[in-house]
Each structure stands twice: as C-alpha cells, then as structure tokens.
C-alpha cells in the first residue's frame, strides 16, 4: 500500500493501492487503484477487488464491485466493467456491470448493467439494464430495460421498451392514477 501525499486514505492489505492527489480514499482489499499520474482528487472506490480511477474526473465514487474504472479517456465501449469517463465530475456508478457515464457531471447509475448516460449533466439511471440517457440533462430513468432519452431535456421514464419523444415529459408504460391529473 502506497500514499503518496498527505490528506488520502488506503484501508486494505493489497500492494496495488497507490495514489498522488489530495482527498482520495481506497476502502478495499484487492487491487483496488488510484493511478499516481491521475488527476483525480477528492475521489474514492469503497469496495470490491480489480477497481481502478485513472483519469481527470475529480468528485467521483466507485461504491463497490469489481472490474469498475474511472478513466481519463472518453466514450466508447468499456468491455468488461464500469466506467466514469473523464468530465464527469462529482459522478457515481454505485454497482453493476458494464455501466458507463461519460462528460456527464453530476449524475448517477445506481445499479444494473449495460446502462449509459452521456453528455447529460444531472441525470440519472436508478437500476435496469440496456437503458442510455444522451444528450439530455435533467432527466432519469427510474428503473425498466431498452430505455432510450435521446436528446430530451427533463424527460424522465418509469418501465421497459420506451423511447422518451419530447422534452419536460414523464413516460410510462401504463399507470393508473387516483384523483385529479392536471
């Protein structure tokens, strides 16, 4: 276990756990890393084996799992793991696989696999699989699979299989709803 400046944390056993900048945090017993070329501070990986931040993307949390990254690179397929992709600051990928958030600050996927949220600032994917918000800020999906937001400000989805159509909208499958609707 190596730090190498003042004001980061390493708990674990693990050789591997390295890091340079101010404020980082590695809770974790296996080959968890904080790349000493990283431009990432203030950033933490809580848990799980194989993890790894390497990139400019400063704020940002792996919760736990394995095979997660926060890289410097943007976009694109990840293979294997989880990916917070550089200008996504004060971003989290909570657990999962295969998720990937890039040049999107402020947003979340909390669980699930094959998610994406890009170029989207303040979103966010709660749990599923295969869902992408791009191009839109503001907007979420709650849970589902095969949801699209693709360039919808504030458009928000509850379900599976729904393609968001228009900005400032909330999209479902079905709902049934007491009261008044306005």
Known sequence: TTISSSGDSVFGDSVSDSHRFIGN???????NTIDELALCSYSSILGGQDNEISGASTYSTIAGGDNNFIIG???GDTGDCNTIASSSNHSMIGSGHTNLIGGSSYSMIGAGQHNKISESNYSMIGA??????????SSSILA???????GYDNAHIIGSHISASQSDTTFTENIIAKGNIS
């Open 73 to 75: 690179s943007p976009g």
């Open 25 to 31: 945090i590695i809770v974790g017993k296996s080959d």
């Open 128 to 137: 599923g699989q295969h869902n992408r918000i791009s191009s839109s800020n």
């Open 144 to 150: 589902g699979s095969y949801n699209n937001i693709p």
